[in-house]
């Protein structure tokens, strides 16, 4: 079925020298690809009246928690506050038994797709629930998914670093582990500091020794940054540093990114890794200098985790912090554990005030961050979700970056120490129309290595996005008038479009990597003397992620390509 959408402002940045303000032109899709316009003469067999509108491919959201334990964890803990499953009838095609920052699968499908987003990937899979992940993010029926392997806690690497192991020997480990769990990257969650965090260290910087291995964090950072560019990954290592939202950590972030040596290197949700120690209340932003670090590093990007105000709950594999911060639970419930000596998991309710200084500085230093980053393509609009809030945000959000006047508003109801505390008042700064499009969709598809996605070039899936042109900026992107997966219209104006036809299978994206077969038998060793099963479980099969997990596995190739 050939598809026309006539005369809308067509905004992709994928392709350089084009207009930041867009094109007004014809975009046609063939069979759920967008392609070349067809000779004059050729008749499309459905036009769609752009004119008054703009267009942008379908969002991509790298760094959102939609899978796995924790978020199963997370629904337990809060069970109270759920709405009943059971009694709980459907109201306008959308799922009652959620809420607002921890929705379920399908909820969650629902808001993503009504916002414009078709592809988003849970970066914390650990290996021994990588199934469980996997089969959660499928039942997040439309969108397209995708997962990064958690490691560097895990004692068969802490090992292998230990031991002064070979760089090769380290990236087949590597490069067996992505494979097996069917991810696309590789995430470190406090680099050693989870695994020390069990010989009961509360404290890990990056240079400080763990207590049984004695490697350090930036050891771990280095060897992993160095493993993810050998074997051919995309997507450069995505940290979570060391020192988690504690005052002076700025000082532990810039020492991360030295560590890298050179390599690329992600750090997610920087906004809580951007702490000084300044002013009465011995806690003030750091984003200048991270900022700054970013332009002197360009093997660096970053992803912010913005905070929003009200109730939501951090979820995290950062044990040992959460563990802290347990102390700061509203309600006063917690859920900390360990997980197959793989990693931790700690699961914290809280509740974001714009009254209280911290939590007004942290929402100043996100935005600092998104706007003092000169380059769009190197900075990530998240909100760490739940962690920082939900992902339901990101409308207000852009709003916020593409008008100050909008930003001074909301500078002025924080609280007020706060709010001279920040720079943010004084930043001129406001994000295009097309920033947005490079941040939400070329960037993230760039640094993933999705060829065909982030753009509205021939050849691409056709994930489009119509938006009604508005001043409300928010409303705009809150409810765009419509949305196409792979070529087919499944939203309009917020409402759920029902075809006869069967949807297109949803796709788990992930890595194709060799790997060295010479060492995977001294793996298994070293798994069994910590693990509770045999290591060949971790595998996941293509036939098994089609046939039982239910989505159609599609593998990135070295180089952009892929093989399905």
Known sequence: MLTVLRGSRLIDPSVPGTKSSGEIADLWWKDGRIVEAPEPGVVADETIDGSGCLTMAGGIDLHTHIGGGKVTLARMLLGDQMPPWREARRFDGDDPASCEFLPSASVTASRYLDMGYTTCFEPAVIPCNARSAHAEMADVRGLDTGGYCLLGNDDVLLSLIASGEP???INAYVAWMVQATRCIAVKVVNPGGINAFKFNEREMDVDTQHPKYGVTPGQIIRTLCRAVSEIGLRHPLHVHCSNLGVPGNIESTLATIQA???????LTHAQFHSYGTEGPYKFSSAAAKLADA??????????????QFGRTVTISADAMHQFENRNHAKPRKSVILDIECEAGCGVVPFRYARREFVHSLQWAIGLELFLMVDDPSRVFLTTDHPNGGPFTAYPHLIALLTNKSLRETALSEIHSDASAASSLGGIDREYSLHDIAVMTRTAPASILGLSDRGSLQPGCIADVVVYEESDNVEAMFQTPRDVFKQGRRIRSRGKVIDSS??????????ARVEVDSRYVSKFRDLHARTGTYAMDRLQISKGEMDDVIGSELVEMVKGGGQHV
Do not use: C, F, S, W
């Open 501 to 510: 036809q069967p949807m297109p299978r949803d796709q788990t994206l992930a």
């Open 167 to 169: 760089q090769e020997v």
């Open 260 to 266: 890298a040596n050179g390599y690329p290197i992600h």
């Open 294 to 307: 970013l332009r002197a590093n360009p093997n660096a990007t970053l992803d912010v985790g913005q905070i």
